[in-house]
């Protein structure tokens, strides 16, 4: 069941986020190539694509899941972490943002700022200190080398 829930989700909101930017585009772009397909393709292939690395790389690398109640056991730093220190959230927001946009939206935007402060408050109140008990001088030098968002 949680598989065809996911698939109905990710089906509904494509469609959707592709609807949106196909307003946008049109007005900007015409309508004699169906850039907006084209723009949508391109950026959800690369944002799933980060989400999906991002996952994989916690359960095969670090032995663990993103979840507080099953965390890793190892510190991850290779894959797109070695860009951004939370490459799921970014993905998230950049999704979040594109729907602002593409449905011209204030109150999609303002949620998009809302959750960017809520992740933003919970790296630094809670994830960052977990990962600095857990994993110390390893976990600072990567902080160092590394930044939080982009």
């Not at 049109?26 to 694509?49: D, E, H, W």
């Not at 994989?56 to 730093?77: D, E, M, Q, S, Y």
């Not at 951004?84 to 729907?99: D, F, I």
Request: hydrophobic share 50%; charged share 10%; aromatic share 14%.
């Amino acid at each position: 069941m949680s598989t065809w829930l996911a698939v109905f989700l990710g089906a509904g909101i494509g469609g959707a986020l592709r609807h949106g930017v196909n307003l946008g585009a049109a007005r900007v772009l015409g309508t004699g190539f169906p850039f907006s397909t084209l723009i949508v393709n391109i950026v959800g292939c690369f944002v799933m694509g980060v989400l999906v690395e991002s996952f994989a790389r916690f359960a095969w690398h670090g032995r663990g899941t993103p979840a507080p109640v099953a965390p890793t056991n190892k510190l991850i730093v290779s894959g797109f972490y070695r860009f951004v220190r939370n490459p799921m959230y970014v993905s998230v927001l950049v999704v979040l943002a594109g729907w602002a946009i593409g449905y011209q939206s204030g109150d999609l935007a303002w949620y998009a700022v809302a959750a960017a402060i809520v992740f933003h408050l919970r790296v630094i109140l809670f994830e960052e200190p977990t990962l600095a008990r857990l994993h110390g001088p390893q976990w600072e030098q990567y902080r160092g080398r590394v930044r939080r968002w982009l």
